[in-house]
């Protein structure tokens, strides 16, 4: 499948920068308990580390997130900014929020596999009801957030530029803001356009 047809039938068109909450909105319900597929039941509170904590938006199935023939999915990066979150001394969580597909290929048993299959280091929490999603006005999967010390947004959007075919280069948005925090520097690019699949709420 080619990856045009993947923009046209996957990719959600009315995300845009100006529709996620806004920087320095504190991360909502971050006391809230969540059960993980992989591990103990955490919160953001609980994953926030001295620097931060990235949040990411994910699934199970969006080609975005798993890749296909023409594109190589972003989870493929997922153990990577874990490892760079920690020697950033950052927390990084995994969110499913596809509460219209907890039946199907979002359910917690399929979740469990996956994150199995994948060897997610991380804590990957099944967001009941979308609870979260709909806090964060989170739009797509992968929908990334990071968070500074004090769980106040510094950095919104898209984990890098890849999706577009037009780029000069690749721009890894997530890290460089990631790097800047840690640095103590403002961070460059604040928000960007999430892109991938929307996240499916249920009717």
């Known amino acids: ?50 620097n931060g904590l990235v949040v990411i938006f994910s699934c ?17 990066q997922y153990n990577n900014l874990y490892d760079q979150a920690l020697k950033l001394d950052m927390g990084l969580v995994l969110i499913n929020s596809n509460e219209g597909k907890r039946a199907g290929d979002d359910s917690f048993l399929e ?15 099944m967001d009941e009801g979308s609870e979260l999603a709909n806090a964060f006005e989170a739009k797509t999967t992968p929908h990334v957030y990071l968070f500074n010390d004090e769980l106040s947004l ?27 925090k840690s640095k103590g520097k403002k961070v460059k690019t604040k928000n960007t356009a999430p892109k991938g699949c929307s996240i499916k709420r249920a009717k």
């Not at 971050?30 to 953001?44: M, R």
């Not at 979740?111 to 929490?125: D, F, T």
């Open 111 to 125: 979740m469990k596999s996956h994150a199995e299959k994948k060897g997610y280091k991380m804590h990957y929490l």
């Open 1 to 50: 499948m080619k990856f045009f047809c993947l923009l046209t039938i996957f990719l959600f068109l009315g995300a845009r920068v100006s529709s996620q909450i806004k920087i320095k909105t504190r991360a909502p319900l971050a006391n809230k308990i969540l059960i993980s597929a992989n591990s103990e039941s955490s919160s953001l509170i609980k994953e926030l580390k001295k």
């Open 60 to 76: 199970n199935t969006c080609p975005f997130v798993v890749g296909s023939e023409s594109f190589p999915g972003w989870e493929n």
């Open 154 to 180: 510094i950095y919104a959007g898209s984990i890098d530029n890849i999706w577009d075919k037009d780029r000069k280069e690749t721009i890894p948005y997530l890290l460089n803001a990631m790097l800047q």
